[in-house]
């Protein structure tokens, strides 16, 4: 057991809502002479069948049906009972001639299901999971016999996801474990950078134009703009009411702050520096940025309830005219709050910022920008016939041809959308539905604005973003430099173990710490006792683990 692989695991601190939909985005490919992960079931395609180059339609006449598991969705839910109810799923039922039977655990449950469901012998033909948090990792899965080995279906039923397999280094390097075993047809993202730059700073851009102040660039600009909307009133009601920055989901630290970390070329957990990789919060740079952020929170710059705000707590201080500036993200942190303001308030407006430049002279980001494939997808379980696989198989592959895509990003042509040339635009079905949000009504078409199996296209991002402010947010977050960040990374059994035991320790008392020192109830004097107790609880130790993990990384 010593050599199995546990699951991804993300090497900086991420701000909640900075990445929109999920967040891990890392993965691995490459062939290895281990067997580790591979599923005792040998159950694997013959040769007598040539390769498809397409999937044809339908894929049977034979009666198939295929039982699938997976988390429902809040919004889906709010018109539809399931998945099989959507506009998508259904046309792909009367194209590719196989039906679904549904299984959804109760919403917020999936995780303590997911675990009695492969517990079992009697597990469905397909589960949709995030793999990452599944106990033990895919590996785990492989080597218990609970999922199976898709390479060889893949090159012989699969003709779109190995197109995308083979023709993408980066998704040839992200979807397999680190023997090369590839386990699930996976929410893919090729347009990388688009679609997981949706989130970054925001400001308020009336308050900005009211002060003749331009969105900030540097540290320096930051802390000027950030002054300004303490002392000169930029709400108008008399009152030094304001709270420049803001944040929410602290959970009782002040690690919401990491995001001005890159500034001084450091992130709140592993990084790379000068070729190596590092723990942030030992460099002497993090103590620059600790610095800064004391100076901010002394002078009432950040909310002091950035600990403990709730998403309640952080919605009134925005709409209520309190909140200079935020983490939000183009849907949750701008759109949201557009619509929530325009009859209110009408020249409420938000601008995004990219991320501060400070000593470290470049603008970079606290998080990975280059994940294409997340830890999303759908697996094969052994429970499923043998005979019925590859009928499973190219119906999963469906969802990345040009129809699938097409039918599963934008929904059903002429009624959730329209084409104009390259360029799609959602039909007032979605945009202007009387009884639905936007993002609920493409719920009820297709997968683009939940998660799902499908390489997501940044159209459908491009066609949702209704106010200009949240394109232009959108290309200036997807253009910062992410050279400081690990790809996700994975770790074997004992170094899993080891991780757990030491980092766990250590990421609580660095939180602790950071927030005694930026509220002022820790001097920094004390700031070198702070890092000599952090390398006496066996930093060093972890930091070999995420250099030999990285070396796998590279080797794939």
């Not at 679609?195 to 925001?202: C, K, P, R």
């Not at 000593?359 to 980001?365: D, E, L």
């Not at 097409?406 to 079905?429: A, H, M, P, R, V």
């Amino acid at each position: 057991m010593k050599n199995k692989v546990l699951p991804m695991v993300m090497a900086t601190f991420l701000t909640a809502g900075l990445i929109a939909g999920c967040s891990n985005n890392g993965g691995d490919s490459g062939a290895s002479t281990s067997t580790t992960g591979t599923s005792n079931n040998s159950d694997t395609p013959g040769n007598e069948e040539a390769a498809l180059t397409s999937i044809p339609l339908p894929i049977t006449t034979e009666a198939v049906t295929i039982d699938y598991w997976r988390a429902n969705d809040a919004k889906l839910t709010a018109s539809l009972q399931n998945f099989g109810e959507m506009a998508a799923y259904k046309k792909k039922e009367e194209l590719t001639g196989i039906k679904v039977n549904w299984t959804h655990p109760p919403l917020g449950q999936q995780g303590d299901q997911f675990n009695l469901l492969v517990s079992t012998n009697d597990m469905p033909d397909v589960i949709y999971y995030n793999w990452a948090s599944a106990v033990g990792g895919p590996e785990k899965m492989l080597a218990d016999g609970r999922i199976i080995r898709l390479n060889e279906y893949i090159d012989k039923y699969a003709p779109n996801l190995k197109k995308l397999i083979d023709s993408d280094p980066d998704i040839k390097k992200q979807i397999s474990l680190d023997d090369g075993t590839i386990y699930m047809f996976p929410y893919i993202r090729s347009e990388a950078r688009k679609l997981n730059g949706t989130a970054g700073l925001v400001l308020r851009k009336d308050w900005l134009d009211k002060l003749g102040l331009p969105v900030p660039k540097t540290i320096d600009d930051w802390y000027t703009v950030l002054k300004a909307f303490r002392e000169k009133d930029p709400n108008g009601n008399g009152k030094k009411d304001e709270l420049p920055l803001t944040g929410k989901d602290g959970a009782g630290t002040l690690n919401r702050l990491n995001d001005f970390a890159p500034a001084f070329g450091v992130l709140g957990g592993f990084q790379f520096k000068d070729g190596a990789i590092v723990y942030g919060p030992l460099q002497p740079e993090y103590k620059q940025f600790i610095e800064t952020m004391t100076k901010w929170y002394a002078e009432g710059l950040v909310d002091p309830e950035i600990i403990t705000n709730d998403g309640k707590a952080f919605d009134y201080k925005i709409t209520n005219n309190l909140a200079g500036a935020y983490s939000g993200g183009v849907f949750s942190g701008m759109g949201k709050y557009y619509n929530l303001m325009k009859e209110a308030n009408p020249s409420f407006s938000l601008a995004g910022a990219a991320w501060p430049i400070g000593p470290a002279g470049k603008s970079y980001a606290t998080f990975n920008l280059g994940g294409k494939v997340l830890t999303y997808g759908e697996a094969i379980t052994s429970s499923a016939n043998k005979d019925k696989i590859k009928y499973i198989v190219q119906w999963m592959d469906f969802n990345y041809s040009p129809q699938g895509h097409d039918l599963f990003n934008f929904g059903i042509e002429g009624e959730s959308y329209t084409k104009e040339g390259d360029t799609i635009k959602f039909t007032d079905q979605i945009m202007n539905n009387p009884k639905l949000t936007y993002d609920q009504a493409l719920a009820a078409y297709a997968l683009s604005i939940m998660d799902g199996p499908m390489n997501q296209d940044g159209r459908y991002l491009d066609a949702l973003l209704a106010y200009p402010e949240q394109k232009e947010a959108n290309t200036i977050w997807m253009g910062a430099d992410d050279s400081l960040t690990l790809p996700g990374l994975r770790f074997t059994e004992d170094e899993s173990r080891l991780n757990a035991s030491v980092m766990t320790p250590i990421s609580t008392y660095v939180s602790e710490m950071v927030t005694k020192f930026i509220t002022g109830k820790t001097p920094i004097s004390e700031y070198d006792k702070f890092t000599k107790t952090i390398q006496s609880m066996g930093i060093d130790q972890i930091a070999k683990i995420y250099d030999d993990s990285y070396k796998r990384y590279q080797s794939r």
